[in-house]
T-cell receptor, first 118, second 115 residues
Framework: KAGVTQTPRYLIKTRGQQVTLSCSPI?????VSWYQQTPGQGLQFLFE???????NKGNFPGRFSGRQFSNSRSEMNVSTLELGDSALYLC?????????????????FGQGTRLTVV | AQSVAQPEDQVNVAEGNPLTVKCTYS??????LFWYVQYPNRGLQFLLK??????LVKGSYGFEAEFNKSQTSFHLKKPSALVSDSALYFC?????????????FGKGTRLHILP
C-alpha cells in the first residue's frame, strides 16, 4: 500500500510570491491534515480536511488556505510569502472521521515539503 | 482545548541504559495518545498508541509507553537504548469526544544516545 506522498520535496520562493503544495493520502483515507514544522515552534496544526470539507483550522493567517478534492488529494496554498513561512510542511492522512471509531485513529505522515522563502 | 507538553527539549542517555521521554497531556474527555519519531529530513513515523485497555502499550523498535490517567502522562520508554534511537520524538493527543477532534503534537524531545 502506497504511503502519503507530498510534492514537491523542496521549494525555494521569493517573498511576496505564492506557493501550492500537494498531498496524496493513503488509499481509503478521507482525512488529510497539514502541519507546519519549525525548529522553534515544533509542529503547528494548520487545518484538516475530511470529505472535501475543512473540518478544523489552526491559528494561522488567512494567507494559508487549502482544499481537498473528491479523490481525497489535498493542496495547501500560501499567498504573499514571508520569510517566516520557511518551514517543513507536513501532510498526514488518517482513516477516521470525527469520533475516531475505526480503531485506527493515528495519522500517517508524508516526508514533507521543505519551503525556503528568500 | 487539548494540549500536550514535553518538558524536556533534549534527553541524553548512554547506549545500553534505559531511556524515558516524558509527556503529559490535557483533554476534556478520554484521550487517544500517540508517539511518533522523526529522523533527519524525514516525516514522522508512528511508534505506538494508547486507545483503551492495558496501560502499558508496546510499539515499534522495542519502545513502550505507559498511560497514567491520574497523572495525565504517557511517557515513552525503552529498556536498553541504541545509538540508532537518536532522533526527535513527538507525543500527540486526540480528543475524539470533542467537536474540535484533531491530533495535537507536543514540541518534541531530541533524544541523544551516547556510544
Amino acid at each position: 500500500k502506497a504511503g502519503v506522498t507530498q510534492t514537491p520535496r523542496y521549494l525555494i520562493k521569493t517573498r511576496g510570491q505564492q506557493v501550492t503544495l500537494s498531498c496524496s493520502p493513503i488509499s481509503g483515507h478521507r482525512s488529510v491534515s497539514w502541519y507546519q514544522q519549525t525548529p522553534g515552534q515544533g509542529l503547528q496544526f494548520l487545518f484538516e480536511y475530511f470529505s472535501e470539507t475543512q473540518r478544523n483550522k489552526g491559528n494561522f493567517p488567512g494567507r494559508f488556505s487549502g482544499r481537498q478534492f473528491s479523490n481525497s488529494r489535498s493542496e495547501m496554498n500560501v499567498s504573499t510569502l514571508e520569510l517566516g513561512d520557511s518551514a517543513l510542511y507536513l501532510c498526514a492522512s488518517s482513516l477516521d472521521g470525527l469520533g475516531g471509531r475505526s480503531g485506527i485513529p493515528e495519522a500517517f505522515f508524508g516526508q514533507g515539503t521543505r519551503l525556503t522563502v528568500v | 482545548a487539548q494540549s500536550v507538553a514535553q518538558p524536556e527539549d533534549q534527553v541524553n542517555v548512554a547506549e545500553g541504559n534505559p531511556l524515558t521521554v516524558k509527556c503529559t497531556y490535557s483533554v476534556s474527555g478520554n484521550p487517544y495518545l500517540f508517539w511518533y519519531v522523526q529522523y533527519p529530513n524525514r516525516g514522522l513515523q508512528f511508534l505506538l498508541k494508547y486507545i483503551t485497555g492495558d496501560n502499558l502499550v508496546k510499539g515499534s523498535y522495542g519502545f513502550e509507553a505507559e498511560f497514567n490517567k491520574s497523572q495525565t502522562s504517557f511517557h515513552l520508554k525503552k529498556p536498553s537504548a541504541l545509538v540508532s534511537d537518536s532522533a526527535l520524538y513527538f507525543c500527540a493527543v486526540r480528543d475524539i469526544e470533542n467537536r474540535d477532534d484533531k491530533i495535537i503534537f507536543g514540541k518534541g524531545t531530541r533524544l541523544h544516545i551516547l556510544p
